[in-house]
């Protein structure tokens, strides 16, 4: 696999399981390695969907090539974290000789407040998306399984993504 590297800016797919496009965007790789990858998203940059977009707020994606997640780190107008939206997702693949990065979104989130609140989101959408595209038992089962247990990890203040937040300082 042909990594993303490290000040480059990279294209950005999230999908539906049908392959379909769901969102995507451009960022800027601020750590790349074995374990995964820390993207950058400008502030004002175009986040695309089908049917329009909007302008993003800023922020940090940390992504790993063999978990079940990635982390989006919105920031408010200080730089403060406003919040941490972790998307339940196959884990990514890198494409185009490491300029392209696509995952399959399930639909189920869980967010952390900037006041640490926690909590498991969109589990209509999982339920929806569950049956539109006929998710395997086995998939359904992994999918709320990472989502319980990212959920306990931000309950007890441990940061899946210190690990990138070390490797870009």
Do not use: C
């Not at 038992?137 to 940061?159: C, G, H, I, K, S």
């Amino acid at each position: 696999m042909n990594l993303p590297r490290v000040g480059e800016r990279i294209a950005v797919h999230s999908v539906k399981y049908d392959g379909k496009p769901h969102r995507w965007w451009e960022s800027v790789v601020r750590a790349s390695g074995r374990s995964g990858v820390l993207l950058e998203t400008a502030e004002g940059t175009w986040m695309h969907e089908p049917n329009g977009g909007w302008r993003s707020g800023g922020g940090l994606t940390y992504m790993w090539w063999d978990r079940w997640y990635n982390v989006y780190k919105a920031f408010d107008g200080s730089g403060s974290p406003l919040l941490y939206y972790v998307h339940v997702a196959l884990p990514p693949r890198v494409s185009e000789g490491g300029r392209r990065i696509t995952y399959v979104d399930l639909e189920l989130d869980v967010v952390m407040e900037a006041d640490g609140t926690v909590r498991v989101v969109d589990e209509d959408e999982f339920r929806a998306a569950r049956d539109l595209y006929g998710y395997s038992d086995e998939l359904v089962a992994r999918a709320q399984a990472t989502a319980e247990a990212v959920r306990r990890l931000l309950l007890a203040a441990r940061a899946p993504w210190e690990e990138f937040e070390q490797e870009a300082r």
